[in-house]
């Protein structure tokens, strides 16, 4: 088995942090790259780092941190399209998070069409004659219209300007105006108010009343009167009972700190009952909850995390030669279970795994092309960019069994190897053959 690169030692290694006060926050959004939930300051870094979920700010004015190592953020969203018809580009990136250096890419493009075609705008036909007034007495509307076909547009094209018209026109003959209520005036107080608990009262009746003048009838020629009362009256049978505002009752303490590793919060409440508000009354003032900070000074745990499982092992049987044969030989591999810290779980699963295979290392094989990959990102994000697809000679494996008996069931077999392939030649080349093609409307470069 090849020795583990270095770089996976030092990742797990204790972090070592100045010991300086900073402002400490519950929660690193890595999607935003905010701090949330402030939890106080003049707090150590190394303390308020005992969570690594947990972020940090050195002053009011400085970016957010993570309490993790550094690592990539999740991809941004694709950008819009550089052109809104026929082909341009967009891109995405991402975010180097925490200290140190990340390896990778921070920005992505890729070849992008929001509308295959380009819109066309049309042109209007002549307008319609004026329809007739639309009333018989006073003044009214009539409208014309076009159609939006001289020429028809096309591709999401439109014509500019309406596509109708509206002008005014009079009969020279007076209508009459009916009359209509006006609101309602506002209900005359009741006698009283409010009641006391289970106490006797006399029921009032209250009153209200409105106007014919929204519009007044016409005289000549003449308009309809308003129909119903011009005066509205009700009973006050059930007042309601006076309002009794809220008062706090003592404050209660919550046993203990409010987490078991880290910095959290220890907190006190109280309740608005020496007395309740009732009937409309007025809540108490203020919180029924505060806090302050607490201490555990109990690093909090961190799971392990699995490595990436190493290569396979040759397939191998015994003290067999099976290279380039039928018979069946197994194969292995492995991975580690890396940072855990302070109590942390260990990783979920197997660190070691195996699988029958078929050795088929060098053995000649004919070969047959495979379709057309996906085209490739481009090679720029501005200025001149190619992008590539390519096709590969692919094996035709033996015709041996996919499958056979194990130990206690029935188990798949691999091809495992490399293979000699070859395939008829396509532009002198018998591996593998690619394309290239420009990535159109690219912004120039800055």
């Not at 990742?11 to 701090?35: G, H, M, N, R, W």
């Not at 580009?89 to 990340?102: E, K, L």
């Not at 059930?238 to 959290?264: E, M």
């Not at 591999?333 to 699963?349: A, F």
Request: aromatic fraction near 8%; proline fraction near 9%; glycine fraction near 10%.
């Amino acid at each position: 088995m090849p020795p583990l690169p270095l770089i996976l030692l030092v990742v797990f290694t204790t972090q070592v942090v100045d010991s300086y006060d900073v402002l400490c926050f519950i929660q690193f959004d890595e999607k935003t790259l905010q701090c949330e939930d402030f939890l106080g300051e003049g707090i150590s870094q190394e303390d308020c780092c005992l969570n690594k979920k947990y972020g940090f700010r050195k002053d009011h004015d400085s970016p957010c941190q993570s309490c993790h190592s550094s690592h990539w953020s999740v991809w941004g969203s694709w950008s819009p399209c550089s052109v809104t018809c026929s082909e341009g580009v967009q891109d995405r990136r991402r975010t180097c998070i925490g200290h140190g250096f990340c390896p990778g890419k921070h920005l992505e493009v890729r070849s992008c069409s929001e509308h295959e075609c380009c819109t066309v705008m049309g042109g209007w036909s002549s307008w319609t004659l004026w329809s007739t007034c639309s009333v018989t007495c006073g003044k009214g509307q009539r409208r014309r219209s076009r159609l939006c076909d001289n020429p028809t547009p096309s591709c999401g094209g439109s014509c500019i300007g309406e596509s109708s018209q509206v002008d005014l026109c009079d009969t020279h003959q007076v209508c009459p105006t009916h009359g209509a209520w006006g609101h309602w005036g506002p209900w005359n107080p009741c006698s009283s108010h409010c009641r006391k608990e289970d106490g006797p009262g006399i029921v009032p009746v209250q009153s209200r009343l409105r106007e014919c003048n929204n519009p007044k009838p016409s005289v000549f020629p003449p308009g309809n009167p308003c129909r119903g009362n011009a005066k509205e009256e009700r009973a006050c049978p059930d007042l309601p009972p006076c309002p009794v505002d809220g008062s706090w009752g003592s404050w209660k303490r919550d046993p203990g700190c409010t987490v078991t590793c880290g910095i959290g919060r220890i907190r006190e409440e109280r309740s608005c009952d020496s007395p309740a508000p009732q009937h409309g009354g007025k809540d108490c003032p203020g919180s029924p909850y505060q806090s302050a900070i607490c201490n555990t000074k109990i690093p909090c745990p961190v799971d392990g995390q699995w490595t990436s499982w190493e290569e396979w092992s040759p397939c191998t049987r015994f003290q067999d030669n099976i290279n380039c044969s039928r018979l069946v030989g197994i194969q292995s591999r492995r991975r580690q279970c890396l940072g855990t810290h302070d109590g942390g779980k260990w990783c979920e699963g197997n660190y070691r795994e195996s699988r029958s295979c078929y050795n088929i290392t060098r053995c000649k094989l004919n070969g047959t092309w495979s379709e057309w990959s996906p085209w490739g990102l481009c090679s720029s994000g501005c200025g001149t960019s190619n992008r590539t697809r390519s096709r590969e000679c692919q094996p035709v494996y033996p015709d041996y069994p996919n499958m056979v008996q194990g130990a206690t069931k029935m188990v798949e077999v691999v091809f495992t190897g490399t293979p000699l392939v070859t395939c008829d030649p396509i532009n002198g080349q018998t591996q593998k053959v690619e394309e290239t093609a420009a990535c159109r409307n690219l912004p120039p470069c800055t």
